[in-house]
């Protein structure tokens, strides 16, 4: 039982690039949720989803967008990356809204140069 | 705004119990009170949840006061492993997702 996978775990991005960010999770949970953290600081939520097709804002979340085309799989697009977006991404799933238990991944380290 | 105010760092001696305090002085009667935490560059982990009772776990202990408005979560025998950053979150049940502060800082000396 993997839990929640975050690919990749390391990118270094120039301003202006793209890229995407996957999250897998094989718990057949319907919530999950991209959160950004900055050093020193707490999480911030910057989408999440509730069910397969679905998505909703967070508190931070211009400059990304999301897609959960598959209950299992929840994505996180920079169109075009800024050093402001240098952060480590966690990604999270929960079971249901109710106790919303949520199980985070490693994490992801991007750097924008 | 955050809903939570807990101290910035705690050191606590390994082997004895650490106590995390938290106020949520403006928690509303549907708002559960969570504990995560989050070890060096891992991603948080969920420790334990609470409405009105106190609750225990393999993990941990959560004192809730009477009035709701702050809580205690309490490491028996803390170990050098808990050395982490330890979230108090308060949460409506439903369609709210978690809003993560800055947390204490939790330091176990050998």
């Known amino acids: 039982n993997a839990g929640v996978t975050q690919t990749p775990k390391f990118r270094v991005l120039k301003t202006g690039q793209s890229m995407t960010l996957l999250c897998a999770q094989d718990?057949?949970?319907?919530?999950m949720y991209w959160y950004r953290q900055d050093p020193g600081m707490g999480l911030r939520l910057i989408h999440y989803s509730v069910g397969e097709g679905t998505t909703a804002k967070g508190e931070v979340p211009d400059g990304y967008n999301v897609s959960r085309l598959k209950k299992q799989n929840f994505l996180l697009g920079l169109e075009s990356a800024a050093p402001s977006q240098t952060s480590v991404y966690f990604c999270?799933?929960?079971?249901?809204?109710?106790?919303?238990?949520?199980?985070f991944g490693a994490g992801t380290r991007l750097s924008v140069l | 705004d955050a809903k939570t105010t807990q101290p910035p760092s705690m050191d606590c001696a390994e082997g004895r119990a650490a106590n995390l305090p938290c106020n949520h002085s403006?928690?509303?009667?549907?708002?559960?009170v969570y504990w995560y935490r989050q070890i060096h560059s891992q991603g948080p982990q969920y420790i334990i949840h609470g409405l009105k009772n106190n609750e225990t776990n393999e993990m941990a202990s959560l004192i809730i006061t009477e009035d709701r408005k702050s809580s205690t979560l309490i490491l028996p025998h803390a170990t050098l492993r808990d050395t982490a950053v330890y979230y108090c979150?308060?949460?409506?049940?439903?369609?709210?997702?978690?809003?993560f502060g800055k947390g204490t800082r939790l330091s176990v000396i050998a």
């Open positions: 403006t928690i509303s009667g549907n708002e559960y």
């Open positions: 979150i308060v949460r409506a049940r439903g369609n709210t997702p978690l809003v």
């Open positions: 999270a799933s929960s079971l249901d809204g109710a106790k919303n238990i949520q199980y």
């Open positions: 718990m057949n949970h319907e919530y």
